[in-house]
């Protein structure tokens, strides 16, 4: 997906639709977040997945849920909220935030 200058390639684990919502998951293999800003960071890799996935399907991103499964400890993680179009793309523009989701 082209955004900000850039190609990102989003690899969604799953999609789910619940009623008229959907939900997307990324399944992790690691540990869950232990710091705030360390689930910050991770939000930002949901936000991205529920603007492409909007993008691609020409719907609305604020009809779509987003959350992390931690495999290892089947644990489900769901941000209080996930980053607007307008919020994700700020945080983008943050100093080393695409730099680091680039990077996963």
């Known amino acids: 997906m082209p955004y900000e200058g850039r190609i990102l ?5 799953a999609v789910y639709r619940r009623g008229d919502r959907i939900e997307i998951v990324d399944w992790k293999t690691g ?4 710091s705030a800003a360390d689930a ?6 949901l936000a991205l997945y529920r603007f ?3 993008t691609r ?7 779509i849920d987003a959350a992390f499964y ?12 996930v980053y ?4 994700l793309r700020e ?9 680091a989701v680039a990077a996963r």
Do not use: F, M, N
Not at 40 to 45: E, F, G, I, Y
Not at 70 to 81: L, M, N, Q, S, T
Not at 84 to 87: C, E, G, L, V
């Open 9 to 13: 390639v989003c690899k969604i684990d």
């Open 31 to 34: 540990r869950p977040p232990t």
């Open 40 to 45: 910050q960071l991770k939000q930002l890799q």
């Open 52 to 54: 492409a996935y909007a």
């Open 57 to 63: 399907e020409g719907i609305d991103p604020d009809s």
């Open 70 to 81: 931690y495999v290892a400890h089947d644990r489900v993680v769901r941000p209080e909220r």
């Open 84 to 87: 607007s179009a307008a919020d």
């Open 91 to 99: 945080a983008w523009a943050a100093t080393g935030a695409r730099d």
